[in-house]
């Protein structure tokens, strides 16, 4: 049986297929003690796409991530690191 895929995962996964450059692709995780934080780093070029108009894209990557965090018992927080 496969494991699940871990929240790291699902954002790589996610945010691989919105940018044009997915190798450049950075996620760094930081485990507090109630709160991990998912820190992403993409090519400049990318920032745009994963930021998207007015933020939209931001707060839909950030939304799936809370609803993915609170089924498994978690608190997660997304940072974009420019």
């Not at 991530?65 to 609170?70: F, N, V």
């Amino acid at each position: 049986m496969a494991s699940e895929p871990t929240l790291k995962e699902l954002l790589e996964t996610m945010i691989r297929a919105l940018v044009d450059i997915p190798e450049n692709v950075r996620i760094s995780e930081i485990k507090g003690e109630q709160t991990t934080v998912y820190e992403i780093v993409v090519a400049k070029e990318d920032l745009g796409k994963i930021i998207g108009k007015q933020g939209k894209t931001a707060k839909a990557l950030r939304t799936i991530l809370t609803g993915a965090s609170t089924k498994l018992r978690q608190r997660s927080v997304l940072e974009i690191i420019e």
